[in-house]
């Protein structure tokens, strides 16, 4: 087991606690990658190709809600499987693929990390610890390294 309950139980209790604001905060964290390295906003076609302001780019929220959903979700399918499984929808080879041929590199994942446990921080002081930020960390770590295995 990859994942302990414990660590589970953090995860989907602080998710539970910021999923009605989930998206605000998902794009939060997306913003904080963009202040700490500008040029990854030029990987995103849809960024290239429009004028508005990134905060209100539609999918740009949507991304940045998959990437939090996914890592939440990641928590309970490794303590049950040990393994990290993307949905239904897609696959970690299409994932791996997408990103590598958008250019997207360690550093871009290595500062979401970052930007995402800063923004639970922010989210949920009253719930925050160690254990906390080791659970989130895990979960996200597994599912990168599940794409980038196959990147
Ligand atoms: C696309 C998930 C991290 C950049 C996507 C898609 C998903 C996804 C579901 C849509 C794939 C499709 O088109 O079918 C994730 C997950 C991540 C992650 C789970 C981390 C756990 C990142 C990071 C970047 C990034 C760190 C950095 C810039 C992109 C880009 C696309 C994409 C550029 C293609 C968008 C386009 O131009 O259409 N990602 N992503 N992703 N992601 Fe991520």
Request: glycine share 2%; hydrophobic share 45%.
């Amino acid at each position: 087991m990859v994942i302990t309950a414990k660590q589970e139980a953090l995860v989907v209790s602080s998710w539970n606690e910021m999923k009605d604001d989930a998206p605000t905060y998902a794009l939060k964290f997306f913003l904080r990658l963009f202040e700490i390295i500008p040029s990854a906003a030029k990987r995103f076609s849809f960024l290239r190709d429009s004028n508005l302001p990134l905060e209100k780019n539609p999918k740009l929220k949507a991304h940045a809600m998959g990437v939090f959903v996914m890592t939440c979700e990641a928590a309970t399918q490794l303590r049950k499987t040990g393994k990290v499984n993307v949905g239904a929808n897609t696959s970690v080879q299409h994932l791996a693929s997408v990103h590598f041929k958008a250019g997207v590199a360690d550093l871009h994942f290595e500062v979401l990390k970052f930007a995402l446990l800063e923004t639970i921080k922010e989210a949920v002081p009253y719930m925050w610890s160690e254990e906390l930020k080791e659970a989130w960390s895990e979960s996200y770590d597994y599912l990168v390294v599940a794409i980038k295995n196959e990147m």
